[in-house]
């Protein structure tokens, strides 16, 4: 990979830089860290800028530079050169998809997926930028032309998670940028690489120095000085809750604006006239894939009690046929997940659910044989009891827990008693139950008859409860949080 993002070779691997100011950088230490193959370990995928508050202090001070520039370049200008940045990025979908799936874990497919949906994001919202943003109202004065103008907000912090480390700061890096703001992105630790693909196809298109830079290392040495420079205006964050409440107070205390994408614990619903072929291959799909490493995952089947049983059982077969394996084979449809720390962690998971007396269906083990990757076997729970650990708490790993029940209502009850409330879903050819079902969720996101996992970019995302700030990302619910409004009379002057 021939690329200005690397500034050296270091031991046959290429070490890549900060990219502040419209240039690639070594972080003022010169430190850096590793990021290696979870499917393989002993593959060094690169080496990444490990940097601190000096350089953080370098990005936003570029960014406060462009911000000005920048919020006052045409809406039309800015549209074409995120088109022109998705044309680069649609050019390299394969090599993106294909390190995406080294550095995360996810397969090919999954991979070329997710890099093909920001390219998506990048052509939206270059369309988007180009629609009316304010609005004209009637005033009280029959001379008064009384209007609202949308305005950017200034320096805006990007603090992106690894499960989705090409879609994620799409959703979030692109509209910021549209609307007129600059940014300061710090992309998870271990998944930078696709945050470099982002930066090179933004900063290949024309981005001006200072609009958009990149700072990798840790979360204390970036992010927190990061959330707390006054120069910050704006902080868009997805990942863990104990994080997000962190940032949130971090950022809050000093006025900025937050949004915050967090947990899920999400419930699929299957009651007794679904088509069960149809269902349980939707259950398995949003729980399995990509590890079950996704927000949106389904981590609970809620079933009726009469078709437990056999829904049980279908489940059981169909996590039992799960092919796990090197994500970047065809045959693959289970990868491994992103870190030893995370495999351990779901391994652990399991292994308490199991001493904790939880019916074990299948799965439940830590494979050997696949290169020292970190695997984790799909893995079914059955009779999981609802105010259990593993029927509240997000594990984040190829995991699901059947839960019985005698009625849609209860279905309800138990779905909606849980701290988040991000998607959930129905399997019901009953309308009026579905109905009923959307309009008595706790979830940002409903869905009937499909899995509770996937969203399109240009419609609102977000959750209920504790899985968000109660703000929104993509499609038109963007502009709300990247901009501010400015309400204009203007009066012409006497006599006129």
């Given amino acids: 990979m021939a690329s200005a993002s690397i500034i050296e070779q270091r031991d046959n691997a290429p070490v890549f830089g900060n990219y502040i100011a419209g240039s690639w950088k070594a972080s003022q230490s010169g430190e850096t860290y590793e990021n290696r193959n979870p499917a393989n370990p002993s593959e060094l995928i690169g080496r990444f800028a490990s940097s601190a508050k000096g350089d953080v202090e370098d990005a936003v001070s570029a960014a406060a530079e462009a911000a000005g520039p920048w919020g006052t370049t045409s809406a039309i200008a800015r549209a074409n050169l995120l088109y022109k940045a998705s044309e680069i990025l649609a050019s390299r979908v394969n090599e993106v998809g294909r390190d995406l799936s080294r550095e995360e874990g996810k397969t090919l497919k999954e991979g070329i997926g997710e890099t093909t949906r920001a390219v998506q994001i990048l052509r939206y919202f270059a369309g988007e930028i180009q629609q009316p943003i304010g609005e004209h109202y009637p005033s009280m004065s029959p001379t008064t032309f009384l209007f609202t103008l949308r305005e950017p907000i200034g320096v805006c912090a990007i603090i992106t998670p690894w499960n989705f480390p090409i879609a994620i700061p799409a959703w979030k890096i692109v509209p910021a940028l549209a609307f007129g ?244 879903s129905i399997f019901t050819r009953d309308i009026g139950k579905a109905l009923g079902f959307i309009q008595k969720i706790q979830a940002g996101i409903v869905h009937v008859n499909s899995e509770t996992a996937g969203a399109e970019p240009h419609v609102p995302f977000g959750g209920y409860k504790g899985s968000s700030s109660y703000s929104r990302e993509q499609g038109k619910a963007a502009r709300e949080f990247y901009t501010q409004v400015k309400t204009v009379y203007l009066d012409p002057p006497p006599g006129a």
């Fill in 181 to 424: 703001n600059t940014v300061v992105f710090k992309p998870a630790s271990l998944t930078p690489l696709c945050a470099v693909h982002l930066t090179e196809a933004l900063a290949e298109a024309g981005l001006p120095a200072g609009v958009l830079n990149m700072v990798t290392g840790s979360a204390s040495a970036v992010g927190d000085p990061l959330v707390t420079d006054e120069r910050v205006l704006a902080v868009s964050f997805t990942g863990s809750n104990s994080v997000g409440n962190q940032i949130k107070k971090m950022a809050g205390e000093r006025g900025a604006k937050v949004q915050l994408e967090l947990g899920g614990k999400n419930p699929a619903i299957v009651l007794a006239d679904a088509d069960l072929d149809h269902a349980v291959t939707q259950v398995i799909n949003g729980a399995m894939m990509s590890s079950g490493q996704k927000c949106t995952a389904t981590s609970r089947a809620i079933v009726d009690r009469r078709i437990a049983a056999e829904v049980t059982q279908r489940l059981a077969d169909k996590v039992g046929a799960l092919r796990m394996g090197d994500p970047l084979e065809d045959t693959t449809q289970i990868g491994p997940l992103v870190s030893a720390d995370a495999a351990e962690r779901v391994s652990g998971e399991i292994d308490r659910a199991r001493s904790e007396g939880v019916a074990l269906v299948a799965g439940g083990s830590k494979p050997d044989g696949l290169n020292g990757g970190h695997f984790v076997t799909p893995t079914l729970f059955g009779d999981v009891a609802p105010d259990s650990r593993l029927g509240q708490e997000e594990l984040f790993g190829p995991v699901l827990g059947v839960i019985t029940v005698d009625n849609v209502d209860e279905a309800i009850a138990v779905a909606n008693k849980v701290r988040y409330g991000l998607s959930a």
